[in-house]
């Protein structure tokens, strides 16, 4: 009696298998209102609440006839990429390789890789619908101009998040534990808060300290904003420096990354 050959099942396509993995953690990232508060919402609240200080609506001669209100609205974007690489996602990549959720992938035709590409895409998607809304609200509620340098805007936009999401990898990548990635990423978030202007704006920062801060990613992405909103082609040297942080994070990151 002949037996018929038995035929593997086909595997998944890497493409359909990445955009299946995408959806799911869509569905889970949605379930976070934690998360999409920070990112989404808290930035612009911020921003808010400081642009309802009057002296924060005056035009100042020391800012360049510009009111505090509009060096904010960069800063809450460059706050909402920090939220979305430092304190969201680190945890997330770091809790999946803790329960080996990531070893268990390795087995199977969908690669652990797909999860770290559907969470970059995810938390930089977020990253980049805030600064939409804080655009948005500073524009019609406290009458920032929109960036007179649209395209420097846009490629600053584009640096900083890819910056932010390398070094996010990079905490999640020498963290073994999501107690050790909290820590460090919050340690990264508030000297990035800091160099970013959430506190003092660069531009009004002391000359020695000033100098000291652009040489950091987002001390010089804030300058990059900063200058391309004001209608002028963005520093070279300030773009080079967000992308050279984003080469080093992203090397660092690869080069030390485990899935389990």
């Keep these: 009696m002949a037996t018929a050959n038995t035929v593997p099942a086909p595997r998944p396509a890497p493409s359909r298998a990445s955009l299946a993995v995408l959806r799911s ?35 100042d001669d020391a800012l360049g006839g510009r009111r505090v209100i509009d060096l904010y609205v960069p800063v809450a974007i460059l706050l909402a990429m920090i939220m979305a690489g430092l304190q969201a996602m680190p945890p997330v990549l770091t809790g999946y390789r803790e329960r080996g959720i990531l070893r268990r992938m390795s087995t199977t035709p969908v690669r652990p890789a797909a999860v770290l590409g559907a969470q970059i895409v995810l938390h930089g998607a977020a990253a980049l619908g805030s600064t939409l809304l804080v655009t948005a609200v500073g524009r019609i509620a406290f009458g920032v101009r929109l960036p007179g340098q649209p395209f420097g805007y846009l490629l600053g936009l584009l640096l900083a998040v890819g910056c ?56 010089a992405a804030s300058q990059v904003l900063d200058r391309a909103a004001t209608g002028a082609w963005p520093s070279w040297a300030h773009l080079a420096v967000v992308a050279l942080w984003t080469v080093l994070a992203a090397t660092a990151a690869v080069r030390t990354f485990r899935w389990e």
């Excluded at 949605?30 to 309802?52: D, K, Q």
């Excluded at 990548?173 to 990423?185: D, E």
């Design 164 to 219: 932010v999401l390398a070094l996010g990898a990079l905490v999640c990548a020498v963290s073994r534990t999501t107690k050790i990635a909290a820590a460090v990423g919050s340690v990264v978030f508030f000297v990035m808060m800091f160099t970013a202007g959430v506190w003092v704006p660069v531009q009004v920062m002391p000359d020695a300290l000033r100098h000291i801060v652009q040489a950091t990613p987002f001390g």
């Design 25 to 59: 953690e869509t569905r889970l990232f949605l379930r976070e209102p934690g998360s999409l508060f920070w990112i989404l919402a808290f930035p612009t609240v911020l921003m808010t609440i400081l642009g309802l200080i009057p002296s924060f609506r005056e035009h």
